[in-house]
């Protein structure tokens, strides 16, 4: 139930764009991207919502607005986080995650992936 599965990490210079996408076994409601970088917190980015008759909803970090934007595709029942202007500092590996509602704590989704890793050079 709730399995997720990302894709998309790969190795890239500074200001360059990568695409991650997260396929999912099943519709929720919020999905949600995380990252985590070695000795840090898993860090909240980004969350959606979205379903038919339900209001659409979006949010992001201070730290990524304006450089990600992450949207879904609920037929294909895939979330996607696309990443513009990378920074060493993005460095880390993102997780996709799951929840009925959104919140911005990792604690509050109920399901995720395994993680897949960005490495941005300078």
């Known amino acids: 139930q709730g399995r997720l599965a990302e894709s998309g990490g790969d190795s890239v210079q500074a200001g360059g764009s990568l695409r991650l996408s997260c396929a999912a076994s099943?519709?929720?409601?919020?999905m949600g991207w995380f990252r985590q970088a070695p000795g840090k917190e898993r860090e909240w980015l980004a969350s959606?919502?979205?379903?038919?008759?339900?209001?659409?909803?979006?949010d992001y970090a201070d730290s990524v607005k304006g450089r990600f934007t992450v949207s879904r595709d609920n037929a294909k029942n895939t979330l996607y986080l696309q990443m513009n202007s990378l920074k060493p500092e993005d460095t880390a590996v993102y997780y996709c995650?799951?929840?009925?509602?959104?919140?911005?704590?990792?604690?509050?989704?109920?399901?995720w992936g395994q993680g897949t890793q960005v490495t941005v050079s300078s």
């Open positions: 099943e519709y929720t409601y919020c």
């Open positions: 959606i919502g979205s379903g038919d008759g339900i209001p659409y909803y979006t």
């Open positions: 995650a799951a929840n009925r509602f959104c919140t911005t704590s990792a604690r509050g989704f109920a399901y």
